[in-house]
Structures are given as structure tokens and as C-alpha cells.
């Protein structure tokens, strides 16, 4: 895997690994943790869910900015590694208020902000020298890959300390439980026969002869059982801190700066006034679509725009120019694909089954999926034409020793096996440690034959795909009830619930098969953006524009709430409907600019 590559690969992949691991563990449970604890309505989690989303990635341009100046690329990556850990270790605290929630989620926004994308950057330096550029596509392919390795692990991690966690307190998990006790503490559940006859088949010690005292109870298990999963976080964070600063040597050291390549920050009066102006519009004019505080996302969008425009050189503005175009298509894929934490996680606890057979069990658990890992890797090791005498002994020793374990797993299941949702987060980046070398082989073929298709192509065929994804799920979503359907006004005028009936709960695939039509629009999409950010960009503007590249990022999660906001309004078919459309025009919009694209590579 990295064969041929500089030895700050390996370095980068895994101080990037065991951050992404604790950002992901938690993640894979905050919307669920913000409405177990504070009882948060779908449209207010999304909300604080999107602005964090945002935050995370907006930051990244004051990173940029920090590090270009500098040139303390390697230096900056420390400290956000430092405030991160800080950050994380607040959120592990229990029965803190939401204010102070908030202030631990901006704390972990910023260290993200200076780490993220100047490693990016960094990662993108060592194939500036020659000898290494044409695997600057692969070396971003192999990254990602180390991005998603920690993904994988961190909702098994998450759910299991909360797991844990409810078992040592005599309970069983149940995703629907925590809005059905926050319905009854409220007095807006319909009828509380359901909620007994939850409460009974989650309590160890029997039958539940007290209901507000369970629901009290319950709520403060379950969310703190999510607490002591961000210490999980906070743990990954020190191991990424310490890999990061034992082997940082292998990293290029761009401290001395090059006459010409440090960001000159024009401060002009006109400079400022014009991206103030271009803020202060596109601000305003966004506002009267939704709200101000989109209205801000864009109008810092716009800001940056301008500003570099302004300080860029005549030569350096066709670079620019391509950037900023596939930076607004990023907005819109990342809009549509990170609902997976969002609208996509709403689906896997509502409407999807909560309980399934034993194979399909097989994948819910790190255990069985890591023996069926085992055994695909090992057939694949047999099969290679160029496997050597030792590479086919370790196929065979996986293939055996992962269909045992298989085996042993599936005959310990019973007939009907509960799963968590957030598991389902656990997919996409599976699929992408999966799925990365093959797609990265069929690239290779496809250079060979002389036919393979540019960065610009893959991006646009990537939008392409996400939209087939989102069909796969409005598909599912035909023949159920929506969630406003579940919401009714009783005879006193009072607002009142219905939980999901079961018979509007699908089977996982469904979420599992649009997870990896997903997985592999995102392999085209944004390993080949940021290879494309780090081939294009100036050179003076290396880690601004990766900045860049996050803030579009930021931008498209700041308009995650767009799914939040319409799950309670409209039929969930229409809501999907919105993200096949935006992914649809996006494709269209970069193949017509496709040459202007694809000239800037040159």
C-alpha cells in the first residue's frame, strides 16, 4: 500500500487514522446523544448537528491562513491536535448543561480547523517533488483510506461503552426509548402502554412498576453512556497526538520560506471593503431564503471568494477561478451525503427493523464482520495471480480462521437480534477500506488503456452516483408513513405522538445498499478533490485552499439542517427527492465547465 511512496505517508495515515477514529465515534452518536439528554426535537438537533458540521470545516480556513503565513505547517497541526483532545475531554463530562455542550463541540471545531486541512496539505507537499508526483492521486486514495479505517471502528467503540454502560445498570438498548420517555415526562406520548411495554423489555430486573421513575433513569443512563464514549474520543486523540509527534520528521519542513510563496495578507482598505460587501450581500440575500445564520455560512463563502480573487496575480486566477467552480459542487455533495449522520441515522432508528436474523446480525457486530473481513481477504489473497508461496499461507490461514469464527458467531445468534442505528454509520467507511484498491485498480487499468477519466470527470461522475444512492433509499421510503403523519392534535388542542409502527420498519439493506452506492460516489468525489485542491492551487495558497476546500465542505454542512427541517413536513419519499436533484444539477454544472477544468490540471 505504500510501496513507492515517501515514508511521511505513513505517518500522516496514521496520525490522521486515530483522529479521525475519536472525531467519528462521536459523530456516529451526537444527534442521538443531543436528543436523549436534552430532548431535543429532530429540527433543533439537526440544527446544533449542521453548525458544528460547519464549524469544523470553516475553521479549516483559519488554519490555512495560519499555516501559509508561517509556514509552521507541521507546528499548527500540533496544536489542533492539543485543543482537540481538550475539546473531546469536556464533552466526556456528564450532566453538563447544553451551553457548555456547545462550547465543547467549538472547542473540538477549532483543533479541527488547524489540524485537518494542513495536514492535507502537508500530504500534498511531499508529492510536489517530482520524483513522487504522478502517485499524488493514489497517495490521497491511500489517506482517505486512513481516514476510514478509524471511521470503521468508532460507532462499534461508541456503542459499545454505551452498551456497557446500560447493562451495569440493569438495561437493555433501545433506540426509540429515549423520545418515548422525554414524550412521557411532557405528557405528549398518546398512550403510555407503549411505553411499558418498552420498559419491560429492557429492564434486567423485570417488569417496570414505576414509569416516570424509569424514564428519568433511562434518559440518564443512556446519555451518559454516550459521555464516556467521547472519552473514547479523547483516548484516540492522545494516540494520534503521539504518533504524530515521535515520527513528524518524516514530514517536509516548509518553515524556511521560498521568496514568492508566502500568502502576502493585502490589507488594503479597498481589499477588505469589497470582501465585506460581497459578505454583507450574499448574507443578506440568503437570509431571506432561511435564516441568518446560513445567511453567514454563505457570506464567509463569499468573503473568501473575493479575497482571493483580489490578492491573487494575473497568472495565479484561472487556477483559482477552477477551484472556486468545483468548490461549489462540494457544497451540494456534502449537503446530500453527510445526512448519514443526520436525516439517514432519523431513518436507521425509526424505520428501519430493530431487529434481524442471524446473517444479516453478521453485520452488526465488529466481531462478525471481522470474520467475514478475514475470510474475503483471504480468498482475495489466494486468487492473486502474483501472490507469492507466503501471501497464499497467510490467504489461507485468514480464509480458514475467518470462516471459524463466522461459523461460531452466526451458530451464537438467536432468531431475532437487536441492532443499534448508529451502527449503520459503521458502513460507509467500511466500504470505502473495501472498496479503495479496487477502485484504485480499475483507475490504473483504465490509464493503462489510456481511458481513464480526468479528476474533473470523476468528480462529476461521483454527483452522478450519489444521486443513484438516494434513489436506492426513496425507493424504501414509498410505502411508509411519514413523520408528520405521526404527529396529531388531541381533543384539549394539546400536540401529541405516535411511534413508528412497525410495519413502516424495512429491512437494513436498503440502508446498507444506499450506504454503498454512497461510499462509492465519495471515492470519486473527494480523494480526487483534494488531489485536485493540492494539483492546482498556487503555490503560495497551498494550505488556503485546502482551507478553501473545507469551507465549501463547511458550507454544504451548514445546509444539513435542509434535512432536518423538512423530516417533519414532508413525505420521507420528497425529502430524498431533494438530495437526487441537487446531486443531478451538480453533475450537469461541472461537465459543461468540464475543459475549463481539466486545463487547469495542465
Sequence with gaps: ???????????????????????????????????????????????????????????????????????????????????????????????????????????????????????????????????????????????????????????????????????????????????????????????????????????????????????????????????????????????????????RKLLPNKEKAVPGTVVKMDIKPMTVFLSLLAAGITAFLVSLLKDWTTGMAFGLFAAFVTWIFLVADKEEKPRITALIMVFFVVIFFWMSFHQNGLTLTFFARDYTAKFVDPFTYMFFTLENILSVIAFIAGIVLLAGKKSSNQTRMIGAFLLLAGAGFAIYFYSRAVALNAISPEIFQSFNPLFIVSLTFLVMAIFAWLNKKGIEPSTPKKIGIGMIIAAIGFAVILVASLNLISPHDLKFVDASGAIKYNPVPDSSRVMPYWLMSSYLILTIAELFLSPMGLSFVSKVAPTRFQGLMQGGWLLATAVGNKLLFIGSTFWGKLDLWQLWLIFIVCCILSAAFVFSIIKRLEKATL
Design 1 to 247: 500500500m505504500f510501496k513507492q511512496h515517501p515514508r511521511g505517508l505513513i505517518v500522516a495515515f496514521f496520525a490522521n487514522m486515530g483522529e479521525r477514529f475519536g472525531f467519528y465515534t462521536m459523530m456516529a452518536i451526537l444527534v442521538l446523544f443531543l436528543q436523549a439528554k436534552y430532548g431535543l426535537t429532530e429540527d433543533k438537533a439537526g440544527g446544533i448537528y449542521s453548525w458544528f458540521y460547519f464549524a469544523i470545516y470553516a475553521l479549516a480556513l483559519i488554519g490555512g491562513i495560519l499555516a501559509d503565513y508561517t509556514k509552521k505547517y507541521k507546528t499548527v497541526i500540533l496544536v489542533g491536535q492539543i485543543v482537540m483532545f481538550v475539546g473531546y475531554a469536556l464533552m466526556a463530562v456528564p450532566g453538563l448543561s447544553l451551553t457548555i455542550t456547545v462550547v465543547g463541540l467549538f472547542t473540538i471545531a477549532l483543533g479541527n480547523g488547524l489540524f485537518k486541512g494542513n495536514l492535507q496539505a502537508v500530504v500534498g507537499q511531499m508529492y510536489d517533488d517530482p520524483k513522487y508526483s504522478k502517485l499524488r492521486d493514489s497517495a490521497y486514495m491511500v489517506f482517505y483510506m486512513g481516514i476510514n479505517v478509524g471511521a470503521f471502528f468508532a460507532p462499534f467503540a461508541a456503542t459499545g461503552v454505551r452498551n456497557w454502560w446500560l447493562k451495569s445498570n440493569g438495561f437493555l438498548h433501545d433506540g426509540s426509548l429515549p423520545a418515548i420517555c422525554h414524550q412521557y415526562i411532557n405528557g405528549t406520548i398518546k398512550d403510555a402502554a407503549e411505553l411499558q411495554t418498552l420498559a419491560d423489555k429492557v429492564s434486567i430486573a423485570g417488569p417496570v412498576t414505576d414509569l416516570s421513575a424509569f424514564a428519568h433513569t433511562y434518559l440518564e443512563v443512556f446519555s451518559r453512556g454516550y459521555n464516556y464514549a467521547f472519552g473514547i474520543a479523547a483516548i484516540a486523540m492522545v494516540i494520534s497526538l503521539l504518533v504524530y509527534v515521535f515520527y
